[in-house]
T-cell receptor, first 115, second 110 residues
Framework: DSGVTQTPKHLITATGQRVTLRCSPR?????VYWYQQSLDQGLQFLIQ???????AKGNILERFSAQQFPDLHSELNLSSLELGDSALYFC??????????????FGEGSRLTVL | LAKTTQPISMDSYEGQEVNITCSHN???????ITWYQQFPSQGPRFIIQ???TKVTNEVASLFIPADRKSSTLSLPRVSLSDTAVYYCLVGDGGTYKYIFGTGTRLKVLA
C-alpha cells in the first residue's frame, strides 16, 4: 500500500460527459502528479501541483483540468469526454517539489471507460 | 529535460540474473535515477534509486557509471512474479515534470 488513495477505482460513462477523479496523497506529501495510461501504453505526464499551486504541465488537453485543495487532496476533471479518453489515470505524490529525486508514490489508479 | 531510452522487451528464465540498461545522455547534474516496476492495471512501484556508483537493496542493484549517462538495473535470480514492465525515470532537471520513458517489458519464463 503506497498510501496514495484514488477514487473511484472504476468509472463508466458516455461520450460528452464530465467526470471527476479524486486523489488523496500520502500523509505529509505536498506534491501531487497526474498521469494517463492508455491500454498497453506508457505513462503520460499530465500535470503537477505543489501545496495547492500548479507547478508543471505536460500533455494535458484543454478539456481536462485539475486542482489541489488546501487539505492537499487533488481532483482531475475530464469534460466533453471522447472514446480516446478511456484510460487508467494515476495519481502520484512526493514529499518535495522537484528535488530531482523522482521518488514518486503511485495510487492504484482510476480506470475510466468512455462508451 | 532528460530523455530515457530502454530496450522495449526482454525474456529471461527463472533463477537467472536480469540486467536492464537505461540510457539518459542529457541527465542534469543534480538528477537522481529511479527505477519502477509496474504490473498490469496497477500503479508503478518504486524499486530503487541512485545518484552515482552502486546502490543495492533487498530486491535489486543499480549500477551507475561515472559519467551517469546510463544506468543498469540488476534483478538477481528472477522468478515468474517479476514479469512486469520496468521504467527508468530520471529526475526532473528542475522542471517538476517526471517523464517516464516507454519502459522495458520483462517476461520471465519457467
Amino acid at each position: 500500500d503506497s498510501g496514495v488513495t484514488q477514487t473511484p477505482k472504476h468509472l463508466i460513462t458516455a461520450t460528452g460527459q464530465r467526470v471527476t477523479l479524486r486523489c488523496s496523497p500520502r500523509s505529509g506529501d505536498l506534491s501531487v502528479y497526474w498521469y494517463q495510461q492508455s491500454l498497453d501504453q506508457g505513462l503520460q505526464f499530465l500535470i503537477q501541483y505543489y501545496n495547492g499551486e500548479e507547478r508543471a504541465k505536460g500533455n494535458i488537453l484543454e478539456r481536462f483540468s485539475a486542482q489541489q485543495f488546501p487539505d492537499l487532496h487533488s481532483e482531475l476533471n475530464l469534460s466533453s469526454l471522447e472514446l480516446g479518453d478511456s484510460a487508467l489515470y494515476f495519481c502520484a505524490s512526493s514529499v518535495g517539489r522537484g528535488q530531482n529525486t523522482g521518488e514518486l508514490f503511485f495510487g492504484e489508479g482510476s480506470r475510466l471507460t468512455v462508451l | 529535460l532528460a530523455k530515457t531510452t530502454q530496450p522495449i522487451s526482454m525474456d529471461s528464465y527463472e533463477g537467472q540474473e536480469v540486467n536492464i540498461t537505461c540510457s539518459h545522455n542529457n541527465i542534469a547534474t543534480n538528477d537522481y535515477i529511479t527505477w519502477y516496476q509496474q504490473f498490469p492495471s496497477q500503479g508503478p512501484r518504486f524499486i530503487i534509486q541512485g545518484y552515482k556508483t552502486k546502490v543495492t537493496n533487498e530486491v535489486a542493484s543499480l549500477f551507475i557509471p561515472a559519467d551517469r549517462k546510463s544506468s543498469t538495473l540488476s534483478l538477481p535470480r528472477v522468478s515468474l512474479s517479476d514479469t512486469a514492465v520496468y521504467y527508468c525515470l530520471v529526475g526532473d532537471g528542475g522542471t517538476y515534470k517526471y517523464i517516464f520513458g516507454t519502459g522495458t517489458r520483462l517476461k520471465v519464463l519457467a
